[in-house]
């Protein structure tokens, strides 16, 4: 089993629908959660992360972590044409593990105008 | 100019073949990190180094071998390429081990 599992998809939305990612993951160490994002042909840039449990908002973007049920989700608000992506999320143990970050195998959003 | 560019960003090569791919950063970060990214695998860590003396062996480093030749450049090398090193791979810096800039890849094909 992989330590972070998320659904490739593809997903497919309409212009202005609510989006929802998640990755589930088995390593409780795990204390630092992040949100990638890749364009085709370019490499992730870091979109979002958390420390811990909770929510964090950014614009339309909201992450969040439940380390209770090992689970991390990205909402994306009001989604536009310009969101379509793959979305990676990425785990670590923290500086302690030497910055190793899991990735997960991505999933591929597409929001259709 | 990007702050992680990655050469060359596109490159055939035959098996058995002996390969460099390099990476430079301007952002001053001690961390730098090869990835190597292949559909529905996500990305997997194949070397990280902390500091020009320091490297380490990632989740994949099997057939791989890696130079910091300053803080700024790394290089990835495959000794002898065979069609299963097919992937992207990606270059990334850090400077607090948590957030990863990442150049924008190299797509390697063997045949």
């Known amino acids: 089993q992989k330590e972070v599992e998320q659904d490739p998809g593809p997903l497919s939305v309409p212009e202005g629908a609510i989006v929802s990612l998640n990755c589930t993951y088995s390593?409780?160490?795990?204390?630092?959660f992040m949100w990638y994002r890749q364009y085709s042909r370019k490499g992730p840039e870091l979109l979002m992360y958390?420390?811990?449990?909770g929510n964090k908002e950014d614009g339309r973007f909201t992450a969040q972590v439940d380390k209770s049920s090992k689970y991390i989700s990205l909402f994306i608000r009001d989604s536009q044409p310009s969101d379509s992506a793959t979305y990676l999320c990425?785990?670590?143990?923290?500086?302690?593990?030497?910055?190793?970050?899991?990735f997960g195998q991505g999933t591929t959003l597409q929001v259709k105008p | 100019d990007a702050d992680v560019t990655q050469t060359p960003r596109n490159r055939i090569t035959k098996t058995g073949k002996r390969i460099m791919l390099e990476c430079s950063q301007t952002?001053?970060?001690?961390?730098m990190y090869w990835y190597r990214q292949d559909p529905g695998l996500g990305l997997r860590l194949i070397y990280y180094?902390?500091?020009?003396?320091?490297?380490n062996k990632g989740e994949i480093s099997d057939g791989y071998s890696v130079s910091r030749q300053a803080q700024a450049k790394f290089s990835l090398s495959l000794e002898s390429a065979i069609p299963n090193q097919t992937a992207l791979y990606f270059c990334?810096?850090?400077?607090?081990?948590?957030?990863?800039?990442f150049g924008p890849g190299t797509r390697l094909t063997v045949t």
């Open positions: 958390t420390y811990s449990s």
């Open positions: 390593n409780s160490a795990f204390q630092y």
């Open positions: 990334a810096t850090s400077g607090d081990s948590i957030k990863q800039y």
């Open positions: 180094s902390f500091d020009v003396k320091d490297i």
């Open positions: 990425a785990m670590s143990a923290g500086s302690s593990n030497t910055g190793k970050l899991i």
């Open positions: 952002k001053g970060h001690d961390r």
